[in-house]
């Protein structure tokens, strides 16, 4: 019996076609701590401002916010001055919208006020850090016994 010779295909290669790489957005989940006192997770929620600073997606009392603690720190103004500055940088807004928000904000505590009504000036706060009381451990029946 006669073997037949093996004639052999040339090899044709494709031509690699690359696909475009989708990037996926990024979403934080909150990030999760097991507690020794609990037997559920304790659920920290990630910070919405800090993940938006960078997005358009600010609301107008996010954008203010930011732009008084940069712009304004520990600084007297008054609304006029922020809505002259605001406008420069963002673009128009209301001499009652600016006093709207400080309003709120002063209510929030991340503004200090004074002044009356026609006179009024604000101060950035919110990120001046109050000394706590702290305690020695030491109890007052202990300071008793001498």
């Known amino acids: 019996m006669a073997q037949q010779p093996v004639v052999q295909q040339p090899v044709v290669q494709q031509p690699v076609v690359q696909q ?12 999760v701590q097991q507690t020794m006192a609990q037997s559920e997770p304790v659920r ?3 910070p919405r401002l800090q993940e938006r600073v960078n997005g358009s997606s ?4 996010e954008r203010l916010e930011l732009f008084l603690k940069y712009e304004y720190p520990r600084v007297w103004f008054s609304s006029h001055d922020v809505q ?3 406008e420069r940088i963002y673009g128009a807004i209301k001499q009652s919208t600016v006093s ?7 209510r929030k505590s991340i503004l200090e006020r004074r002044g009356n009504r ?4 604000y101060r ?5 850090v109050e000394m706590p009381f702290v305690s020695s451990g030491v109890g007052i029946s202990e300071f008793q016994r001498i």
């Open 20 to 31: 475009p790489v989708v990037q996926q957005p990024v979403v934080q989940q909150p990030v």
């Open 44 to 46: 920290i929620p990630t």
């Open 58 to 61: 600010l609301t107008i009392n």
């Open 84 to 86: 002259q500055h605001y």
């Open 100 to 106: 709207t928000y400080l309003s709120r904000m002063f």
């Open 118 to 121: 026609t006179q009024r000036e």
């Open 124 to 128: 950035y706060i919110a990120d001046e």
